[in-house]
Every structure is written in structure tokens, then in C-alpha cells.
């Protein structure tokens, strides 16, 4: 006990040292995070007007009557004209288009589709997307897609419907006058702007709102590259001081504990540090988190200590594994994108494959990102996957450890 | 007194470094250990010192098997590795204070080992700006922080010039003329002058060697099949 509480205070002075350096590295992190932040919100907070259309080519006979004049309504909604521009072309040229990334995606109409469709035959239309364009735009697309084949193909059906209700049943009728009449009064209430839709927003259960999701994201984000500032600590270590102090009777387990410990310590200063700046920077510049708006910072704070001690449990596993510098850091930088990147800091996970997104959720980053979301939907975690792995981790090092003091 | 070494045996995976390795060795002596590199000198004293663990083997000391009593070992016992030992950005007096009480290392600093060692001249300095000669004068230090009567060295001098090495081996000397006992893996004649019994470690055995301080035949024994 004596060695370890030795070792642990030379340690914390060893920490002191580099006290100063990894306080000016995380505050220039906290400021890359904090603009990173408002970058988003800003994006966020654009008008509909500012935001990309979708582009969607239109590939086929777009001379039919119908089709032709589905199409021109779409284009002249107030909800649609904003939001996507579609763009006749031949199938070449949308091919091209599309793998130059000038359209998102396009869609081809065969031949004869409304006389087909007056016939009562089914030939669906198919919309061509990029290949393994898995973000939000993507999705968002396939589903816009699918909701105007789907409203032009029901609208038609309706119409050439009603045309064969007349011709059977009221003779003295003209079923094409009729016919356009319906179409008239159906564009009528759809070019009704204000009646067209009422929109309102809910908060779905099990949903955060955007800046604390992302307050949850680049929290994290932060936590897994802060490491990189550290590096120095990890990269001094002599593997032969470890083993005297194991053949002296400091085993690994004592040994990766007081060093854990000062780092942990080490990592309290630099987050008070980067959480005062990072708290300045988004007050100043009025960025609101709904979920905090009551107190509840410090509780946020408070329980998302695990999450640190796991992040930093993390840290020193992989800094074990690499040993030096150069390689310390490409472990961390690396560790901390592509965890980020499947636990959702970048995009939320639910654009992923099934498969994707649960193997993320189980990795440490996920279930560190799973604990700062249920704090601040719930206002607390319960204990579970990220002290699970916080025990994992830290034994995986100790392990490590006493290999490497015995070779 | 003298401690006895009976039949350590080593292996790594199924490459056998050692196999059966036996001396004696009286206080107040040291012993030179040659042999090629990669022969298996590092990996006996690392077994000695209680880094490794051996497959068979005892290291008897007063009675004692010190293979199975850490304590005694860690009391008995000290280790200088090839390598620095030490915490790089911390003083030379925070490296002593890792393994030295503080009176212990007060005293020591004052009129003992230390002082020898001439560690009183750079002892706020960070180890990481120290020279080759002061981090082993330091590691040196620090390994016979608990009056320890066996000492175990690896190539201690190795890359330091000459007047870093005389000051080292006299340290050495006054160890051993105070009774201590030093077992020294070297290739280096001026540190083989020390000893005054040789072995050569060669295909995982130690076989009595007399060096007669002719440099050349050395390499010539090491060659030899």
C-alpha cells in the first residue's frame, strides 16, 4: 500500500508537469467544439428558402396528359417547389447526372404508364438512387419518392375511375369532360396554399431535441480526442520501471490503478477547464438547450462522470496497446472518429443499416452516447453497459500490463 | 556466505533458452556472465530478480529459495536493467523517492551510496535532461535504495564514456569489497576485469570460463560452436 500511494503521488506530479500544456490543448479543443456547435445550430436554424433542393431527374414519357399535369402541380406547391426541382432527361444522361452527383437521384416512368394504368395493369415506377448513400438526404429522398409515385399513381386511378363511373352509369354525361372537371377541381384544393397542410411539431417520447443531441454527440466527440493531449503521459512510460515495481511488489493492477487515477484526475481538471470556455462561448452566442433550461447542468455533468471514467478507461487501454508516441496518437484519433462516427456524433445513428447501428450501440462509445441521452431525456441513467465496460477495460489494461512486465 | 543457483530452466513457447543453469557465487565476489547475444544472459538475471518466472529452478540465499520468497527477494535483491527505469519527467531525487524512505535517502545522500555515486549533483534535474552516465548512475541509485546484498547487472556501462564507467565500476567495487555479492552480464572488459570468476552461456548451458583479459578471445569463445 505504501509503494501504490508512492507511486500514485509521483504520478499526480507527473500529471501536474503536463498540467499546463494539456489545459491550453483542451481549451483550443473546447473551442473547436464549441464553434463546432453553433456551426450547427446556425445550419440548423436556416430558413426553408436557404436549404438545397432535392434534384430528381424524370426519366420517360412525360408527354401524357396526366403525368404531365401531376407533375406541373407538384413543381407549383408551395411545399414541394422549395424542396425538390425535378428535371427531364433521357436515361443517359440521369445516369451521368446522377454519378456526378448534379441529381440525387431519378426516376423512371415506363412507357405507357397512365393508359396502363386506365387498363387496371400496374407498372410502378423506379426510382434510381446512388449506391451506398446511407445519410439522411438518401433516406429522406427514397421516402419523397415513394409519396409521389404514390400521390400520382392514386390520383390517376381516381380519375380514370370516376371517368368509367360516369360512362356506365350517366349516359348523358361526357366522361373526358368530366374527367377534366375532377382534375380541375382536385388541383383547385391542392393549389389551396392555405388550407393546403397544417404542419406542427411534437416531441415523440424517446426523442431529444437537436442542440441536446448534439450537445450529446460532440460531448462525446470531445472526450475521445482530449486523449491526444495526453500523449506525453502515456509515451514517458518505462516498461522497465514496470517491472522493478512488480518485482518489488507493485503488481499491474496497483500500478495501471494510481496511474489510471492521476489521469482521471488530470482529465476532472482539463473538462472543468474546457466546460467553463465551452459554457461562456454558447451562452454569448445564445445557444439553448431545452433539456438544461430547468438547473440541470450540473446534474448532466454530475451523470455523465461514468461516461468520462469509461472514455479515459478507454484511453489508457489503447495508449497500453500503442506505446509510442506516434502511434498513441493515430490509435486515439483513429478510436475516437470511427467510435464517434457509429455511436451517432455525427450523424444520428438511426440513418445506419440495422446491423451498423447495433454494433455501434455496443461499443464503448455507444454506450457512453446511450448514457448521456437517457440523462438528459430522464435526468439519470441507470448503472449498466458503461461501468460493464469501465470494469472490462481497466482489466484488459491490467492484463496487458502484466504481460508486458513479464517479457 | 554464498547463494546458490540450481538448475534454472527457461523456455519461450518451445525455443528453451535455458536449460538447467547452476552456479555459486560466495559474498564478496562477482561473477561475469558472456555469451552471445540472444544466449539467454538477460533473461537469467531477469529470473534472479524476480522479473520472470522461471519453469524449474531455485535461487537459494541463507536457506532460503528466493524464487518463492518475494519479500526476502525484494529485500536481498537488486536488479540494474539494460534499460532506464525511471520516471522521465519527474527529478532525479523524485526517482529516489519512489524507492527510498525518506531519512533512508537523506542519510544516503549525504555520506552513503548515492553520494558515491555523485547523484547529489543532479538532483532537481528531470531525468529526461539527464545524460546516458547520469541516468545510470540514477537507475544505479535507485536499485540499491534498500541495502541489498545481491546485486544484478546488465550490461551496466554499455554506450557510457570512460570516465562514467570508472565512476560506476568503483561504486561496484565498493559494494562488493563491503561484502555484497555481484552477478554481471557483460561483454565489456573493463567491467570483466571486476569479476573474478567468469561463465559462458552458450545453447542454454553456463560453462566455467577463465578470462585472461586477452580482448580478442572472447570472440573467439562466443564463435565457437
Known amino acids: 500500500m505504501k509503494r501504490f500511494l508512492t507511486y500514485f503521488r509521483l504520478q499526480l506530479r507527473r500529471a501536474a508537469r503536463l498540467l499546463p500544456r494539456m489545459l491550453a490543448v483542451t481549451l483550443l479543443l473546447a473551442v473547436l467544439t464549441a464553434l463546432a456547435a453553433l456551426l450547427i445550430s446556425g445550419l440548423h436554424a436556416g430558413d426553408e428558402a436557404a436549404a438545397e433542393p432535392v434534384r430528381i431527374g424524370l426519366v420517360g414519357d412525360l408527354e401524357e396528359n396526366m403525368l404531365a399535369e401531376g407533375l406541373q402541380m407538384l413543381e407549383s406547391m408551395d411545399s414541394s417547389r422549395f424542396s425538390i426541382r425535378f428535371e427531364p432527361m433521357d436515361e443517359a444522361e440521369a445516369a451521368s447526372a446522377l454519378r456526378r452527383g448534379r441529381i440525387d437521384g431519378y426516376a423512371l416512368i415506363p412507357a405507357g404508364f397512365a393508359e396502363a394504368m386506365m387498363r387496371g395493369e400496374h407498372r410502378p415506377i423506379t426510382y434510381v438512387s446512388a449506391s451506398g448513400s446511407a445519410d439522411i438526404g438518401a433516406q429522406m429522398m427514397r421516402e419523397l419518392a415513394e409519396t409521389i409515385s404514390r400521390l400520382v399513381l392514386e390520383t390517376e386511378n381516381a380519375v380514370y375511375g370516376a371517368q368509367d363511373f360516369v360512362a356506365d352509369r350517366l349516359p348523358g354525361v361526357d366522361p373526358y369532360r368530366a374527367g377534366d372537371g375532377l382534375v380541375f377541381r382536385y388541383a383547385l384544393r391542392l393549389m389551396d396554399r392555405e388550407r393546403l397542410y397544417d404542419r406542427q411539431t411534437v416531441d415523440p417520447d424517446g426523442a431529444l431535441s437537436l442542440p441536446a443531441y448534439y450537445l450529446c454527440g460532440l460531448s462525446l466527440l470531445f472526450l475521445m480526442l482530449w486523449a491526444i493531449s495526453c500523449v506525453p503521459l502515456f509515451a514517458g512510460r518505462s516498461r522497465e520501471l514496470g517491472r522493478l515495481l512488480q518485482a518489488d511488489g507493485l503488481g499491474a493492477a496497483g500500478q495501471v490503478l494510481a496511474e489510471y487515477l492521476s489521469y482521471v484526475l488530470l482529465m476532472l481538471c482539463g473538462l472543468l477547464a474546457a466546460g467553463l470556455l465551452a459554457g461562456l462561448l454558447l451562452g454569448r452566442f445564445g445557444l439553448r438547450v431545452p433539456e438544461l433550461e430547468d438547473g440541470g447542468l450540473p446534474r448532466f455533468a454530475l451523470g455523465a462522470l461514468p461516461t468520462a471514467l469509461m472514455i479515459c478507461a478507454l484511453q489508457f487501454l489503447l495508449f497500453e496497446l500503442a506505446g509510442g508516441t506516434v502511434g498513441g496518437v493515430l490509435l486515439q484519433f483513429l478510436s475516437a472518429v470511427l467510435q464517434g462516427y457509429l455511436a451517432g456524433c455525427f450523424y444520428p445513428t438511426n440513418v445506419f443499416p440495422e446491423g451498423l447501428r447495433r454494433f455501434g450501440a455496443v461499443l464503448p462509445a455507444g454506450a457512453g452516447m446511450a448514457r448521456l441521452q437517457a440523462l438528459l431525456l430522464r435526468g439519470s441513467a441507470g448503472i449498466g453497459a458503461v461501468w460493464l465496460w469501465l470494469a472490462m477495460l481497466l482489466s484488459a489494461a491490467v492484463l496487458l500490463r502484466r504481460r508486458q512486465n513479464r517479457s | ?225
Open chain 2, 1 to 225: 556466505m554464498e547463494a546458490e543457483i540450481l538448475d534454472i530452466q527457461k523456455r519461450y513457447g518451445r525455443k528453451e533458452v535455458l536449460r538447467g543453469t547452476s552456479f555459486r557465487i560466495a559474498a564478496g565476489s562477482c561473477l561475469g556472465i558472456l555469451g552471445a547475444n540472444g544466449s539467454g544472459k538477460s533473461t537469467l538475471l531477469k529470473i534472479l530478480a524476480g522479473v520472470l518466472r522461471p519453469n524449474a529452478g531455485r535461487f537459494l540465499w541463507q536457506g532460503e529459495d528466493l524464487l518463492r520468497n518475494p519479500r526476502l527477494r525484494a529485500s536481498q535483491v537488486a536488479y540494474v536493467p539494460q534499460g532506464t527505469p525511471l520516471i522521465e519527467e519527474l527529478s532525479a531525487r523524485d526517482n529516489l523517492r519512489l524507492w527510498y524512505e525518506p531519512e533512508a535517502l537523506a542519510r544516503s545522500l549525504d555520506g552513503g551510496v548515492l553520494r558515491q555515486l555523485g547523484l547529489d549533483e543532479f538532483l532537481h534535474t528531470p531525468a529526461n535532461q539527464l545524460s546516458g552516465g547520469m541516468r545510470k548512475r540514477l537507475s544505479i541509485g535507485c536499485a540499491l535504495a534498500n541495502d541489498p546484498v545481491i546485486l544484478l547487472l546488465d550490461e551496466p556501462t554499455a554506450a557510457l564514456d570512460l570516465v562514467a564507467k570508472e565512476r560506476i565500476l568503483r561504486c561496484f567495487e565498493n559494494f562488493r569489497q563491503s561484502g555484497g555479492l555481484l552477478v554481471m552480464a557483460s561483454h565489456d572488459p573493463w567491467e570483466l576485469e571486476l569479476c573474478d570468476e567468469w561463465r559462458l552461456l552458450r545453447g542454454g548451458l553456463l560453462e566455467p570460463y577463465a578470462y585472461t583479459g586477452e580482448r580478442s578471445r572472447p570472440i573467439r569463445d562466443l564463435e565457437r560452436p
